[in-house]
């Protein structure tokens, strides 16, 4: 029997020659197991356009399907379709469509397109070449007001052509399972893909949580506090944790696993692992 689930592995844009070299063995690690795709983040504002598509067609290159992430940022429409065109000739095909993040100092002087919008313009500029990922925020977008509107939004993406979801990551089962709900009632049927977030330090985890809205679950944080001068039983905990989550996942229906790696391959491999896939 064929496993119809998708795998993913996501990296972010390196910034200097040696991240670059870290990420290309990170992938070859990885890419033993076969993922479907691996994606590459696009820094806020687009700040790591030229590190994502280089890294996005070194890693084409090697036989992988890579999924560059892409947003308006700063740029011009004219920049955002000549780098379309560019994918394109390539081979390039699946995007993770974005609005992206304002770069920090910018303030309010930078114009932010919508999500919805750069899926209109990838659909109007390529037709059905690319297959577009958009994402899903399972606990709420920080700046939404409400569930309903954050449903309302994430179709809107949807009705714009989008194909598939990825999530924020989340470490409570029950936001993925009732925003999925939420979207069926909706008419969205599109897979949604749980975003999963490996957890090997508890400052990191704490601070990246706080900024993009993703809620740690209280005896979880308290136990990682508790293991912070201890992080090789933290990892071991942070392991189990996750593995648990994905288990649980997966056995509610979930159609596959996105791992944001944060470049390294071990975390992502000891989960994998556990679960046996």
Known sequence: MTDTRLFSFEFSAPKTEDAVTKVKQVHDRLAELSPHFFSVTYGAGGSTKDGTK????????????????????GDEPEVIEALLREYQSAGINRLV???GDRPSGIGSSMKMFHANELVGFIRQLTGDHFHIDIAAYPEIHPESDSVETEVKYFKQ??????????TQYFYNADAYF????????AGIKIPIVPGIMPITNYKGIKRFSDLCGAEIPRWIDKQLQAY????????AFGAEVVTDLCERLLEGGAPGLHFYTMNQSLPTLKIWNNLGL
Not at 158 to 166: E, K, L, R
Not at 178 to 185: G, Q, T, V
Request: hydrophobic content about 45%; some cysteine; glycine content about 6%.
């Open 178 to 185: 009732r925003f999925r709900d939420l979207c069926d009632k």
């Open 228 to 235: 912070e001068a201890e992080p090789d039983t933290l990892k």
């Open 157 to 166: 993406k949807v009705d714009a052509g989008a194909n598939s979801a990825i």
């Open 97 to 99: 469509a974005l609005r």
């Open 54 to 73: 280089q890294t996005v067609l070194d890693l084409a290159a090697t036989g992988s399907v890579v999924a560059p992430h892409l947003s308006f940022g």
